[in-house]
């Protein structure tokens, strides 16, 4: 039985209260917008890609502790790396709140402590949507990319 | 079960005790989540369904089940005799003037869109003005934004004020010869207000325009009278008012249904059938295309003889107790506010929390076993007008407790705890 504060660890109230990378990207040459439709959560994420390489993230949206603390963690983890790292960063994220021992090999970092959403299947969706609109955004899809 | 003084004696003063004796009818009530009583405040999604519905709907399929209107065989004459008088139920439930006008779909849903495919493709056409609400929910909007788009009608809002009542004079205004259809909520699933219905019947009239009335979180919670509201069309669903999911009623007055072209073609909804040329049944019939739910329509008839054995007046007296007691409750929390605070409403309490949102203090209250829902409640409209995402909504039933509504309090309190929202703080 999932305990709330496996789900609500400190680190997330702390991104969610001061959202990393919270603003539009001017420069930004990749940006994708993630919708979920069950809960009106929202985000816009702006992505800065020189040469297959994440130069700079950041994020906009309104949602709950889960989706804004994810996206977040995520923006911060993202930059720097390969569009290709991003991608294995999606498949490890998506174990690690799907699964019941994530995966062993990640390189999630400080991601981990969204691992106690598995034990909430109800909030899977605000925890990945920013991983949803990161990948929609890699592969320049242009409609707004949902959860439902 | 009330004798039927003590029935009378209800509908003066509900003692609060009753609602602990009408509990006892709901076996899904007696159960524990996360290891907590359950509290079930989500009545506005779908109730919960007494004995007598499940042991009624458990009964026709050990006892009964045949298809109807076509057999000669005695199972099949004793299930048509209690489809039928289960649609005789829904009849006076509703005061309709006759059965003919009580026609038996899958929800209300299906109920406005059969209106909007049927009456709308014969009756509306391009340049038509179809009149909706700020406050319709989803299903009493996409199928007149589907309906405008094919006939090249077009739609007109009236809009709410910040309490989550309809401003009239705007709905004066809106109205004009080109009005065709005025579609509204009898009551909001999202704020619980009660629209002046009369008043808005009356004026539609006026200008020539039919009424449908979306009546989905009315007819659990309020008394019905077709013939003296005089609305055109009037939808509502089973599973909302203790039946069965699945089914569901569209009243319409006959001579609208009469003049109507069928929504589905299929069996028992003709009388004739050639490859040249078909005739089509009388009313009901014309629209009850294909094997219906015969089992949700029987059940659903055991659903109002429950309800009414209760009475409307009690059960709306005993919710109206519960919403004043939650309202002052939240008007005590600081940083809590209520979205729809309507002098007229339902049992609903639709409320946000600042530096919360609606789908964590969802997650946090279901761990203490209460039940709410989060969201925008398919009512996207409604939410921009208050400029929020979502809110929690606590929504109650004839078999809520005052106890219940204490332990919903508890939970917001340790929610509000969990995530630091100071409770006394003032905002």
């Known amino acids: 039985m999932g305990d709330l504060r496996d789900l609500y660890q400190e680190v997330i109230f702390d991104h969610y209260r001061k959202p990393r990378n919270f603003h539009a990207l001017a420069d930004a040459n990749r940006s994708a917008e993630g919708f979920n ?9 702006y992505l800065d890609v020189e040469d297959d390489v994440i130069t700079d993230a950041s994020f906009e949206g309104t949602g709950c502790a889960i989706s804004m603390a994810s996206a977040s963690l995520m923006t911060e983890h993202i930059k720097g790396r390969r569009v290709q790292e991003a991608e294995k960063l999606f498949a490890d994220f998506h174990e690690l709140v799907t699964h019941e021992h994530g995966t062993q090999s990640s390189d999630l970092g400080k991601l981990e402590v969204l691992g106690g959403v598995r034990e909430f299947p109800a909030r899977v969706k605000c925890a990945t949507l920013a991983w949803h609109t990161l990948r929609a955004a890699l592969s320049r899809q242009t409609e707004p990319v949902s959860t439902e | ?44 999604a779908t109730t919960q369904k007494p004995q007598a519905v499940i042991d009624c709907e458990r009964q026709y399929y050990e006892t009964l089940n045949a298809n109807i209107h076509r057999g000669v065989h005695d199972l099949s004459q004793r299930a048509t005799e209690a489809y039928e008088a289960a649609r005789g139920k829904v009849k006076r439930f509703v005061n309709a003037a006759d059965s003919r006008e009580i026609v038996f779909v899958r929800g209300a849903t299906e109920a406005i869109n059969l209106v909007a495919h049927s009456y709308g493709r014969r009756c509306i056409k391009a340049g038509d003005e179809i009149v909706l609400t700020e406050m319709e929910h989803h299903s009493n909007i996409v199928p007149w934004q589907l309906l405008c788009e094919q006939t090249g009608a077009e739609l007109r809002v009236v809009p709410i004020n910040d309490a989550g009542e309809l401003m009239l004079d705007a709905f004066d205004k809106l109205m004009s010869p080109r009005t065709r259809l005025v579609a509204v909520a009898h009551v909001s699933n999202a704020l619980g207000t009660i629209n002046p219905l009369a008043r808005i019947i009356e004026t539609a009239h006026a200008f020539d325009a039919v009424v449908l009335v979306d009546g989905a979180q009315a007819a659990p919670h309020l008394q019905l009278d077709m013939q003296a509201l005089d609305c055109d069309f009037y939808a509502f669903s089973g599973h909302k008012l203790y039946g069965p999911t699945g089914i569901g009623v569209l009243y319409g007055k006959a001579k609208l249904l009469d003049a109507m072209p069928p929504y589905q073609g299929g069996g028992d909804m003709i009388s004739k059938v050639t490859f040249e040329k078909t005739l089509y049944n009388v009313l009901p019939y014309k629209f009850e295309a294909g094997t219906p739910n015969i089992a949700g329509v029987i059940a659903l008839g055991a659903a109002l003889d429950y309800v009414e054995q209760i009475g409307l007046d009690a059960i709306a007296a005993h919710e109206h107790d519960l919403l004043d007691y939650a309202t002052d409750m939240a008007r005590e929390l600081p940083g809590m506010r209520l979205i729809g605070t309507a002098r007229e409403k339902t049992g609903i309490l639709a409320f946000v929390i600042d530096g919360m949102h609606p789908h964590d203090i969802g997650t946090i209250l279901d761990r203490e076993g209460v039940a709410i829902r989060t969201g925008h409640n398919c ?11 979502a809110t929690a909504r606590a929504s109650f039933a004839l078999y809520n407790t005052r106890e219940e509504i204490d332990a919903l309090f508890a939970a917001i309190r340790k929610a509000m705890q969990m995530f630091g929202v100071d409770a006394r703080r003032t905002t």
């Open chain 1, 37 to 45: 439709p069950l809960c009106g959560d929202r985000l816009t994420l």
């Open chain 2, 1 to 44: 079960m009330n004798t039927i003084s003590e029935v009378m004696t209800l509908k003066v003063a509900p003692p609060p005790l009753d609602a602990a004796r009408w509990r006892k009818d709901f076996p899904v009530l007696r159960q524990t989540v996360h290891g907590k009583p359950l509290v079930y405040l989500d009545n506005a």
């Open chain 2, 379 to 389: 009512a996207m409209p409604v939410m921009d007008h208050f400029r929020i995402p």
